[in-house]
T-cell receptor
Framework: RKEVEQDPGPFNVPEGATVAFNCTYSNSASQSFFWYRQDCRKEPKLLMSVYSSGNEDGRFTAQLNRASQYISLLIRDSKLSDSATYLC????????????FGQGTELSVKP | DADVTQTPRNRITKTGKRIMLECSQTKGHDRMYWYRQDPGLGLRLIYYSFDVKDINKGEISDGYSVSRQAQAKFSLSLESAIPNQTALYFCATNFLPGGQESSGANVLTFGAGSRLTVL
């Protein structure tokens, strides 16, 4: 089993839709979690950090389920500009905080 | 200037050539990383360094070596490039403060990427 697995996608949704991605992780010692956004051929940029049960920032909500070892990202009222690949990365303090990434979930928001 | 600078941004080379990708950062972070990205495979960790004297292998270190010349510099070398090393390479930095996790802890700052093509 891969250490981090994400919904394979691509997700094709209309503008205004609500969409959710899941990310499962195998290391139960994971303590902090990150969602990164990556535009085509560009570097990943931090979208959201999760250090406890979840986080919300405007239209974006991340929810952590430690018992089932997954973290989800919910995007409400999708915009065309949300089209990108979303990468999930848990980290463990015992491993010095290095991040292992999932393969990414591609989102395409259509007019 | 960018916080994390990678050079070269694009490179085309031939099988068997030695290639070095360089990374420098102005964030003062002690931790530096090299990742490789291939379509559909996300980011895979090649090597990482938590300090100038600390080098660690990541998920896919075979065929690569690294050098941490200074706190701000971390270079990745391909001693004899092969076509399946064609990929987009990212350097990244972060820090891990002591004590409880806090906002900003572990967050990676990436360079703009180095696209390598091995013919």
């Amino acid at each position: 089993r891969k250490e981090v697995e994400q919904d394979p996608g691509p997700f094709n949704v209309p503008e205004g839709a609500t969409v959710a991605f899941n990310c499962t992780y195998s290391n139960s010692a994971s303590q902090s979690f990150f969602w990164y956004r990556q535009d085509c051929r560009k570097e990943p940029k931090l979208l959201m950090s999760v250090y406890s049960s979840g986080n919300e920032d405007g239209r974006f909500t991340a929810q952590l389920n430690r018992a089932s070892q997954y973290i989800s990202l919910l995007i409400r009222d999708s915009k065309l500009s949300d089209s990108a690949t979303y990468l999930c990365a848990p980290s463990q303090r015992e491993q010095g905080g290095k991040l292992i990434f999932g393969q990414g979930t591609e989102l395409s928001v259509k007019p | 200037d960018a916080d994390v600078t990678q050079t070269p941004r694009n490179r085309i080379t031939k099988t068997g050539k030695r290639i070095m990708l360089e990374c420098s950062q102005t964030k003062g972070h002690d931790r530096m990383y090299w990742y490789r990205q291939d379509p559909g495979l996300g980011l895979r960790l090649i090597y990482y360094s938590f300090d100038v004297k600390d080098i660690n292998k990541g998920e896919i270190s075979d065929g690569y070596s690294v050098s941490r010349q200074a706190q701000a510099k971390f270079s990745l070398s391909l001693e004899s490039a092969i076509p399946n090393q064609t990929a987009l390479y990212f350097c990244a930095t972060n820090f891990l403060p002591g004590g409880q996790e806090s906002s900003g802890a572990n967050v990676l700052t990436f360079g703009a990427g180095s696209r390598l093509t091995v013919l």
